[in-house]
């Protein structure tokens, strides 16, 4: 766009976050962070589970401080909200009580705009991003698509230098997300479009190549810039073409490869906001185990990935899964069985939940807190929002639920423990606490 600068809006120098975990151990987050974002480009923040990438986004916004270095907007130092950027959320996060007009006057009413500006400010942001005619239309008349829309509006009206978008199309169905970010890209070829750079933090490699002119790599725990990659490539970008499936391959190596990842923790020392739990069901890491096996004990991901018409990135949470439990290694996209994970894969269903159940009793930092958890209390049952309050130390309020449901599906599974939704409470399995009690007992 001819009417940017290339200006630096934003500074990111020597940021470091570390929250305090529920034991009173120190997690640091994200260290030593240096990023500048500049007028006229579109710049994704890429990272598995654990890079914090959502973190330095909210740092960027100004909604998190940090624990070291300094957050710049047009050089002044942060001490709040930033008032050149506006937020965009995976989960949509509009008022159901408010019409789509009323949602996306909300930030200028904050702001104090009078009325009159900011219905003609509303309605021109409803119409650029393709809601006109559902200004009076309620959040739970729309798609999950046209909620995403509001979302946009609720940002663009604010015309901030910097537009922040935290996973925007993770929460929407294949199509939808690809035909919104199809028309994310098309706006901001247009000289009207309200802002002057995008911040977009996203899991998906090939989203990010798609749409930025610079992914920066985070690495994990803590999280680390570990490269900056500019796309080259003009817009709109073929997946197809040689360059882009270049790129994809080299971010890919990043992402999977250890020379770039710091040692993980002993599994028995990981605590769970250090090492979250991949986002995958228990059917579906098994179901990886078992292609794994079919092949012999060796595959390689992206073959994988293509076999299954599935993109890499969804299938990453399962093998980090599946890697985490010790029934796979992973090595530059090598994936490898392991002896307990072939014992997992071909023993009847009794005995593969026997397994399961005693490697996330002791792999998985959030089971083995649970269970921890329970063990100690007086009748072996625990609310769940007790769990979820200490998870709220080093997650987001949405992740942090996120990990308790994943962690109650693979108790449930493993028979460590039941969960009632009605009453939020989790309780021991019986015949879980006497093996434990047994089995420590005998050691």
Request: net charge negative.
């Given at each position: 766009?001819?009417?940017?600068?290339?200006?630096?809006?934003?500074?990111?120098?020597?940021?470091?976050?570390?929250?305090?975990?529920?034991?009173?151990?120190?997690?640091?987050?994200?260290?030593?962070?240096?990023?500048?974002?500049?007028?006229?480009?579109?710049?994704?923040?890429?990272?598995?589970?654990?890079?914090?990438?959502?973190?330095?986004?909210?740092?960027?916004?100004?909604l998190i401080a940090p624990t070291t270095g300094t957050v710049r907007y047009r050089g002044a130092e942060l001490d709040g909200a930033n008032p050149g950027a506006a937020l965009v959320f995976q989960s949509f996060a509009l008022m159901p009580w408010l019409d789509v007009q009323a949602n996306v006057e909300l930030g200028l009413a904050a702001r104090g705009v009078p009325r009159p500006e900011r219905r003609r400010r509303a309605l021109a942001a409803i119409d650029m991003i393709g809601l006109d005619g559902?200004?009076?239309?309620?959040?739970?008349?729309?798609?999950?698509?046209?909620?995403?829309?509001?979302?946009?509006?609720?940002?663009?009206?604010?015309?901030?230098?910097?537009?922040?978008?935290?996973?925007?199309?993770?929460?929407?169905?294949?199509?939808?997300?690809?035909?919104?970010?199809?028309?994310?890209?098309?706006?901001?070829?247009?000289?009207?479009?309200?802002?002057?750079?995008?911040?977009?933090?996203?899991?998906?490699?090939?989203?990010?190549?798609?749409?930025?002119?610079?992914?920066?790599?985070?690495?994990?725990?803590?999280?680390?810039?570990?490269?900056?990659?500019?796309?080259?490539?003009?817009?709109?970008?073929?997946?197809?073409?040689?360059?882009?499936?270049?790129?994809?391959?080299?971010?890919?190596?990043?992402?999977?490869?250890?020379?770039?990842?710091?040692?993980?923790?002993?599994?028995?020392?990981?605590?769970?906001?250090?090492?979250?739990?991949?986002?995958?069901?228990?059917?579906?890491?098994?179901?990886?185990?078992?292609?794994?096996?079919?092949?012999?004990?060796?595959?390689?991901?992206?073959?994988?990935?293509?076999?299954?018409?599935?993109?890499?990135?969804?299938?990453?949470?399962?093998?980090?899964?599946?890697?985490?439990?010790?029934?796979?290694?992973?090595?530059?996209?090598?994936?490898?069985?392991?002896?307990?994970?072939?014992?997992?894969?071909?023993?009847?269903?009794?005995?593969?939940?026997?397994?399961?159940?005693?490697?996330?009793?002791?792999?998985?930092?959030?089971?083995?807190?649970?269970?921890?958890?329970?063990?100690?209390?007086?009748?072996?049952?625990?609310?769940?929002?007790?769990?979820?309050?200490?998870?709220?130390?080093?997650?987001?309020?949405?992740?942090?639920?996120?990990?308790?449901?994943?962690?109650?599906?693979?108790?449930?599974?493993?028979?460590?423990?039941?969960?009632?939704?009605?009453?939020?409470?989790?309780?021991?399995?019986?015949?879980?606490?006497?093996?434990?009690?047994?089995?420590?007992?005998?050691?």
């Amino acid at each position: 766009m001819s009417a940017r600068s290339g200006e630096v809006l934003l500074e990111v120098d020597g940021v470091g976050k570390a929250f305090t975990g529920a034991a009173g151990d120190i997690l640091q987050v994200l260290e030593h962070i240096d990023l500048t974002l500049r007028s006229g480009e579109i710049v994704a923040l890429l990272g598995r589970s654990g890079s914090g990438k959502s973190t330095l986004l909210r740092t960027i916004a100004g909604l998190i401080a940090p624990t070291t270095g300094t957050v710049r907007y047009r050089g002044a130092e942060l001490d709040g909200a930033n008032p050149g950027a506006a937020l965009v959320f995976q989960s949509f996060a509009l008022m159901p009580w408010l019409d789509v007009q009323a949602n996306v006057e909300l930030g200028l009413a904050a702001r104090g705009v009078p009325r009159p500006e900011r219905r003609r400010r509303a309605l021109a942001a409803i119409d650029m991003i393709g809601l006109d005619g559902f200004e009076a239309a309620y959040p739970k008349e729309l798609s999950g698509g046209m909620r995403q829309r509001v979302g946009f509006a609720r940002a663009l009206v604010l015309e901030p230098d910097l537009l922040l978008m935290d996973e925007p199309f993770s929460a929407l169905d294949v199509l939808t997300a690809e035909n919104l970010r199809t028309e994310i890209v098309n706006l901001w070829a247009t000289d009207d479009f309200p802002t002057k750079s995008i911040c977009i933090v996203t899991h998906n490699i090939e989203e990010a190549v798609l749409l930025a002119d610079r992914v920066v790599v985070l690495g994990s725990n803590p999280g680390r810039i570990i490269a900056e990659i500019p796309v080259p490539q003009a817009r709109p970008r073929d997946r197809r073409a040689p360059g882009f499936e270049l790129l994809v391959d080299e971010i890919y190596g990043l992402l999977t490869g250890r020379e770039t990842q710091r040692p993980a923790p002993e599994p028995e020392k990981a605590t769970p906001t250090a090492t979250p739990l991949p986002d995958a069901s228990v059917g579906g890491l098994a179901g990886l185990v078992e292609l794994v096996y079919a092949n012999g004990g060796r595959a390689d991901l992206p073959v994988v990935a293509d076999t299954l018409n599935f993109e890499i990135d969804d299938l990453l949470p399962l093998v980090d899964a599946a890697a985490m439990l010790g029934f796979i290694t992973l090595e530059s996209g090598d994936i490898t069985l392991t002896e307990i994970g072939t014992r997992y894969t071909t023993a009847d269903i009794q005995e593969s939940k026997t397994i399961f159940a005693e490697q996330a009793r002791h792999r998985a930092p959030l089971v083995r807190t649970i269970c921890k958890g329970l063990a100690g209390s007086t009748d072996g049952t625990l609310r769940g929002g007790f769990f979820l309050d200490l998870l709220r130390r080093g997650f987001s309020a949405e992740d942090a639920r996120r990990q308790l449901e994943v962690a109650i599906a693979w108790g449930r599974y493993a028979e460590l423990y039941d969960y009632d939704a009605d009453d939020d409470e989790i309780t021991a399995d019986p015949a879980a606490a006497e093996f434990t009690a047994v089995r420590d007992n005998w050691h």
